[in-house]
Structure formats: structure tokens, C-alpha cells
């Protein structure tokens, strides 16, 4: 198993986000082996000796870099991985830079980029991302470019190099991530620093999502049959309770239904997973009171372990935990949950998935004390390194091309590839089939990763269909969650 270390920066204005990068990055890590992450600033000389490799990314523009760690920087042979920042301290410190690695730093290259090109795919990246991406007056032919840069006119330039054990990243791919993004790329090099004899291999999977109590048997029937008939393994999202407390689709009359008084539904959920289906239990309520959060107080709408608003513009406001948050509050939710399934005479799921993937620390630990997997999206708060007192005004938001062990300590099962969205909701736009399927092309370059989505129960199931098949036909094999 290897190990990590993790160096990160802390200073200035911004320096706060230098704790979250380190949690993306130790996430990834976790694939590989343990991990360490430490603020750059308490380096040791020596410190990365214990170690497989080392990844600092430099966030914080001339975070003061100790001469020890540029030191053994420049002295080992491990892999050391360096995205983004002060580069230049390192090039300073070694006057023979250029000519031992071959490559020399211009400055930021601020051109509106849409594209990286890596591994034969056409990577995305959000163009109005402004922060630059490093260039250079010097690539030396010692050098291996291994991904570039496109700028809108057509032009290219490196995005990541790598000379002797350094590979260099010219700007931080934990920002502005989407599905198909550049940060892939930066998830598969990891590959090269931790384990350089991974075999490729491409594994997919689907999970049915939303069902509760007054989800359509049928359709949850006929979803079943087609994923059999295609001996597609795939999971599927339940939350037991069913609550419209508003009356939003029951004209105005409040509603409530308890999966034990759902015969037919649990007749469906039993049918499911006699077709190879994984049950998923996707919180209580999928909602969190008799008030909006953000939407209509509607299970599977509304968010249910965190506290979020809505702008005029469908933006969200992540608010931060909910008033009763606690272990104790958190606790009983999940317990709840488990009774209505064993009430219905349902065994207690093994994987949980926060609704709309959103709770707050203590709810992800609550979790992880629970159930030994989660099957999502995760978000992730400052304070869980530095200092242990979270700030739920800082956060940052995660997605896995590969099985992880984050930091709240729950093994993560990867979704990466979003849902099918035929008709917008909300802040969700349309996605359709053609979009997953991109993406899971672009995720081809993760030479062990997964194209990893999931489908509303009550789309169309032509889209689910149309989805399954151009998946297939880039060569994944789809896999069951419980073999993870």
C-alpha cells in the first residue's frame, strides 16, 4: 500500500482553502493507501523519506515555502506531484533548474481555455476560470508534456509536464470541477505516483434514485426487468417515509406515507433486488420538516440533514446545518429509517446516501459509524484539518472517479457522471443521455476509474435504456455497488 503526503498552504486572505484542497487531495489518496497532510509551513527536512510520494498544492500565491522542504524537493527521487503556486521558489532555489529538469516557467497564461487534451480525450474545463495556467519559455525535449491546454483560437500549450520524478500542473484542478472535467486527469496521475502498474480497467454502474413510498410499483417493475435483461447489476435509492406536508402535490392537503403501509411498493423494492438490485437507504424523509428546504418540503425535492435557500435565479444558498443538528438528532433519523425498513419486512440497507448529498460533518461521522459505505457526492468543510472547529461557512464539493476512504472515514462508492435530466428542475438543468455518455468517454483516461450515474425512477425509461447501451459500447463493464 502506498503512502501520501499531503502538503498544503495557509496563509493570506485565501489561505483557508488550502485545508480544503488537501481534503480533495487526501480523498483521492485514500484509493491508493494512508495518507498525511500537513500545512507546508511545519515541513521538516526529511519528512517525505517516509513516504511514496508527495503532493503539495499551491493555492496560495508566495505562501512562504520552508528551504527544507525545496530542498528535498529537488534531492529525492520520489514522485512529488506540484499544482499550481511558487514554482518559482523551487527554481529559485536550484540555479541549475532548467537545465536539470528541462523546462522553464514564463508566467500565467490568463487566454480562455475550455479544454485540456489528455490521454486522446478532450477534456472540459470552465473557461471563465481566470486564474491562468502556467507557460513556459523552455520545454525541453527530455521533457514529457502529458496533457495540454486549448485555447479558444485553437492554440495549445502544456498543462502538466513531468522531468525525472517532477510532474508539474500549471494551475490547481481542484477548482471549478464538473463531470468530464480536467481534475480527472489530475485523479488519474495519481496513478503514476502510487501505483505505476495499475492494470486498465473500466467499470460502470447505475443507481434508480428518489424511490419512496408513492413511487409507481410498475415502473420500479419494469426499470427491474430491462437492467436483468441486460445483466446489468445497479442500486437503487430508497427513503422509507413519505411526507408532502404542505399538500404541494396533493392539492393543498398535507399527505404522509410509511413504507409499511405500501404493500405493493415493498413488492417492487422485494422485485428489484431479486433483479440484482442493491437497496440504498437515502435518508428518512428525503426532506427535513413542515418548511421548504429549498424547494416545497417535499420528499425527494427537498434536502433533509442540511439547511439550504433558494435564490430567484435557482442558485442555492448552503445555509449550514440544520437547527437540531447533533449526533443525537442525526442518530434518530437513521434509526427511524431502519425501523420503517424492518417494519416493512425489508433487511436494513448496508449503503447510505445523503439526499441531494448534503449533511453536515456530524452527520457524515454519524454515517460513518453506521454504515460501512456511502454511494455519492460529498461536501467537505474547513476546519476538519486545522483546527477541528468547522466552519460551515467554507466548503467544497467532491466527486470520485475511483473508490475512495474520505476523511469523515466511510469507504465512498464513485458518481461521477450526474443524472439524467430530461426536463430542468429547479437549479438542475437538462441532461441527457448524450451528455452521460460523453463524459464517461472522457473518463476513459482514469485508467481504473468508473462512469458512475443515476436515473430518476419516473424518467422515460428510454432514457435509462439509450444510457445503459452507449456506456457499454465504450467497453465498462457494469458492476453491482455491492462488489465494491
Known amino acids: 500500500m502506498s503512502t501520501t503526503l499531503v502538503l498544503y498552504d495557509t496563509t493570506g486572505e485565501w489561505g483557508w482553502l488550502g485545508e480544503l484542497y488537501a481534503m480533495m487531495v487526501a480523498n483521492?489518496?485514500?484509493?491508493?493507501?494512508?495518507?498525511?497532510?500537513?500545512?507546508?509551513a511545519s515541513y521538516t527536512a526529511g519528512k517525505l523519506n517516509a513516504y511514496t510520494a508527495v503532493v503539495y498544492i499551491g493555492s496560495t500565491y508566495g505562501e512562504p515555502l520552508p528551504s527544507a522542504f525545496l530542498n528535498d524537493v529537488l534531492a529525492t527521487t520520489k514522485p512529488v506531484i506540484w499544482a499550481y503556486d511558487n514554482i518559482w521558489q523551487l527554481v529559485s532555489y536550484s540555479p541549475s533548474f532548467s537545465t536539470t529538469y528541462?523546462?522553464?516557467?514564463?508566467?500565467?497564461?490568463?487566454?480562455?481555455?475550455?479544454?485540456?487534451?489528455?490521454?486522446g480525450q478532450q477534456l472540459k474545463r470552465y473557461a471563465l476560470n481566470a486564474g491562468g495556467i502556467m507557460n513556459y519559455s523552455t520545454v525541453g525535449s527530455s521533457v514529457t508534456v502529458l496533457a495540454n491546454a486549448v485555447r479558444s483560437d485553437g492554440s495549445t500549450f502544456p498543462w502538466?509536464?513531468?522531468?525525472?520524478?517532477?510532474?508539474y500542473i500549471g494551475e490547481n484542478p481542484l477548482q471549478y470541477i464538473s463531470e468530464g472535467d480536467r481534475y480527472i486527469a489530475f485523479c488519474d496521475l495519481l496513478f503514476d505516483a502510487l501505483a505505476p502498474t495499475t492494470a486498465t480497467r473500466h467499470r460502470a454502474m447505475v443507481r434508480i434514485e428518489d424511490i419512496n413510498p408513492a413511487s409507481d410499483p410498475t415502473q420500479l417493475r419494469s426499470i427491474a426487468d430491462y437492467l436483468a435483461s441486460e445483466n446489468v447489476r445497479f442500486g437503487f435509492g430508497v427513503s422509507p417515509v413519505y411526507q408532502d406536508p404542505l399538500g404541494t402535490y396533493n392539492g393543498g392537503v398535507a399527505e404522509a406515507i410509511q413504507l409499511r403501509n405500501a404493500p405493493t411498493v415493498i413488492s417492487a423494492l422485494q422485485y428489484l433486488q431479486s433483479k440484482g438490485g442493491v437497496m440504498i437507504e437515502h435518508g428518512w424523509t428525503h426532506q427535513y420538516a413542515n418548511v421548504p428546504n429549498a424547494y416545497n418540503a417535499v420528499s425527494g425535492d427537498d434536502f433533509e440533514f442540511y439547511r439550504v435557500t433558494e435564490n430567484s435565479d435557482h442558485t442555492l444558498n448552503y445555509q449550514g446545518p440544520v437547527s437540531e443538528d447533533s449526533t443525537a438528532w442525526t442518530t434518530n433519523r437513521i434509526n427511524s429509517a431502519g425501523r420503517e425498513f424492518r417494519a416493512s419486512g425489508l433487511v436494513v440497507p448496508t449503503i447510505f446516501e445523503f439526499p441531494h448529498y448534503s449533511g453536515s460533518a456530524v452527520d457524515a461521522q454519524v454515517v460513518a459509524q453506521a454504515f460501512p459505505t456511502r454511494y455519492e457526492r460529498t461536501l467537505y468543510f474547513s476546519g476538519l484539518f486545522s483546527n477541528g472547529n468547522i466552519d460551515y461557512t467554507r466548503l467544497a464539493g467532491q466527486y470520485f472517479p475511483y473508490v475512495v476512504r474520505d476523511v469523515y472515514g466511510s469507504k465512498v462508492l464513485p458518481e461521477n457522471l450526474g443524472s439524467i435530466e430530461p426536463d430542468p428542475f429547479?437549479?438542475?438543468?437538462?441532461?441527457?443521455?448524450?451528455?452521460?455518455?460523453?463524459d464517461a468517454q472522457r473518463n476513459l483516461v482514469v485508467r481504473d476509474g468508473f462512469a458512475s450515474f443515476f436515473n430518476y425512477w419516473d424518467n422515460d425509461i428510454s432514457?435509462?435504456?439509450?444510457?445503459?447501451?452507449?456506456?457499454?459500447?465504450l467497453g465498462y463493464t457494469f458492476v453491482s455497488p455491492s462488489s465494491l
Open 102 to 119: 528541462g523546462w522553464m516557467w514564463s508566467g500565467f497564461d490568463t487566454s480562455s481555455v475550455a479544454q485540456v487534451n489528455y490521454k
Open 160 to 167: 502538466a509536464l513531468r522531468s525525472k520524478n517532477l510532474t
Open 463 to 473: 432514457y435509462l435504456k439509450t444510457t445503459i447501451q452507449g456506456i457499454k459500447s
Open 28 to 40: 483521492l489518496a485514500s484509493h491508493f493507501g494512508s495518507w498525511t497532510a500537513l500545512p507546508v
Open 426 to 438: 429547479f437549479q438542475f438543468p437538462t441532461r441527457f443521455p448524450a451528455d452521460i455518455i460523453a
